[in-house]
C-alpha cells in the first residue's frame, strides 16, 4: 500500500478486530460511555457499516441516522457474523482509500478513535500509537480552520515531536496560546473524547478558554471516560 491513510486503516482494522474475536458475551455487551447507548459490540457494527457504506458509496456514511442504521442492521447478528462481513467489506474499501489520497483520511481516524473508545469500555488499553495515531492528530487541520473562522489570535498544539500551528499566520507570529499535551491525550480530545475539565488541567501557556471549543469534533462528553 501507498496510501498512508490505507496503511492506518489496515493496520487498525486487524488489531482491531482480532481482539475484539478475543472478548466474551459480557465483555460485547458492555456500554461504550464515549458512544452513549452503544455496546461494545455496536460499535463494532459500526464501523463495519462504515466499511459496507463506503464501498457501495452510500451518502452520507457518518450522519447520525446512518449511524444508528448501522448499529440497527447489525444489532441481531452473532459477533462472528459481523466480523465476517467487516473482512469481506475490507479489501474493496482499501482499493477506495488508495485512490481518494487523503480524501477519506476520516475514515481510518474514525475506526482508530472507536478502537480507543471499545478498550475504554473494558479496560483493556492498547494501540495507542502508530498509523492511526498519526492520522488522529491530523484532526487538528479542522480546528486550525475554526479558528481562523472566528478569528482567534494564533495558538499552537505541541504533540511529541510535531507542532500544530492554529489560527490565521499562526506559522508568521508568536502564539497568543499553546499547548504541550502528549499525542495520545491531543487525539482523544480532537475527538471530543475529554472534558472541558480535562482539556483546561493540560499544560498552556496563556488562556485556553475562548480556543477549547474549537479543539474537538465531536461533542465533549459530560463525565471523564477515565483514561
Not at 481516524?109 to 473494558?122: F, G, L, P, S, Y
Request: glycine share 8%; net charge negative; with cysteine.
Amino acid at each position: 500500500m501507498s496510501n498512508p491513510v490505507a496503511e492506518a486503516y489496515v493496520e487498525t482494522y486487524e488489531r482491531f478486530s482480532s481482539w475484539v474475536e478475543t472478548l466474551d458475551e459480557e465483555l460485547l455487551s458492555a456500554p461504550v460511555v464515549a458512544c452513549p447507548g452503544w455496546s461494545v459490540k455496536d460499535l463494532v457494527g459500526h464501523v463495519t457499516g462504515v466499511a459496507v457504506d463506503l464501498h457501495d458509496e452510500w451518502a452520507g456514511v457518518a450522519q447520525s441516522d446512518s449511524t444508528a442504521r448501522q448499529v440497527e442492521e447489525r444489532r441481531d447478528r452473532s459477533i462472528a457474523e459481523v466480523l465476517e462481513e467487516w473482512s469481506a467489506a475490507v479489501p474493496p474499501l482499501v482499493e477506495l482509500l488508495e485512490q481518494a489520497g487523503s480524501g477519506l483520511t476520516a475514515v481510518a481516524i474514525d475506526v482508530w478513535t472507536h478502537e480507543q473508545d471499545a478498550r475504554n469500555a473494558v479496560g483493556q488499553s492498547g494501540g495507542r500509537d502508530g498509523l492511526g495515531l498519526a492520522m488522529a492528530l491530523k484532526a487538528a487541520i479542522a480546528s486550525d480552520q475554526a479558528i481562523q473562522a472566528v478569528g482567534l489570535p494564533p495558538m499552537q498544539i505541541t504533540t511529541g515531536d510535531k507542532t500544530w500551528y492554529l489560527g490565521k499566520e499562526a506559522r508568521q507570529v508568536d502564539a497568543a496560546v499553546t499547548l504541550d499535551v502528549d499525542p495520545y491525550e491531543a487525539a482523544r480530545m480532537l475527538m471530543g473524547r475529554r472534558t472541558y475539565d480535562e482539556m483546561r488541567a493540560f499544560d498552556w501557556q496563556g488562556d485556553p478558554e475562548p480556543y477549547l471549543t474549537y479543539l474537538h469534533r465531536f461533542t465533549v462528553p459530560e463525565q471523564s471516560l477515565g483514561e
